[in-house]
């Protein structure tokens, strides 16, 4: 088992990363909303009260990968390079990718599982008022399968 590197016999700390080297991260992360049909069609139609549901959730997720060391206490703040988030619709989903970039000494898995998540539930921010029921309840929305699915580092990747 490995040994927990945020905690030891004095409490919590933030790792040590000052002696490593500088190297290109890259990590993907992506995550799923489940969604009435209908909405999906409000979505792509434009049709929804609130605006345009993608550009703001790109703006959003954007924003919280910049933001994640605020968010998550022991994270470091890292100098990113690049941030994508980009959509996929089906039926009744919308499928978010977050990919984050950076030459730093630790990865950028948690900016991108922050981005997905914000710009998942700034979708269903967006769409709520079409999504709830007669007793104003989500029956169908779910934020689901956020993972990562790509982790990189290294000095060849480009």
Not at 11 to 26: L, P
Not at 118 to 145: C, F, H, S
Request: aromatic share 6%.
């Amino acid at each position: 088992m490995r040994e927990l590197t945020h905690v030891d016999e004095r409490g919590v700390k933030m790792v040590e990363i000052g002696h490593k080297d500088m190297v290109f991260r890259r990590a993907v992360a992506k995550g799923r909303i489940r969604l009435k049909p209908e909405t999906i069609r409000l979505i792509l139609e434009g049709k929804t009260k609130k605006g345009n549901v993608i550009a703001t959730a790109q703006i959003a997720g954007i924003l919280a990968v910049k933001k994640t060391s605020e968010l998550i206490p022991l994270c470091h703040p890292i100098p990113l390079t690049g941030v994508d988030i980009s959509f996929e619709f089906g039926e009744d989903y919308v499928e978010a990718v977050c990919e984050v970039r950076a030459y730093y000494k630790t990865g950028v898995e948690m900016e991108a599982l922050t981005g997905v998540t914000v710009a998942l539930l700034t979708i269903w921010d967006m769409v709520k008022a079409v999504e709830k029921d007669e007793r104003g309840q989500y029956p169908n929305t779910r934020i689901e399968g956020i993972e990562v699915i790509v982790k990189e580092k290294g000095e060849d990747i480009p």
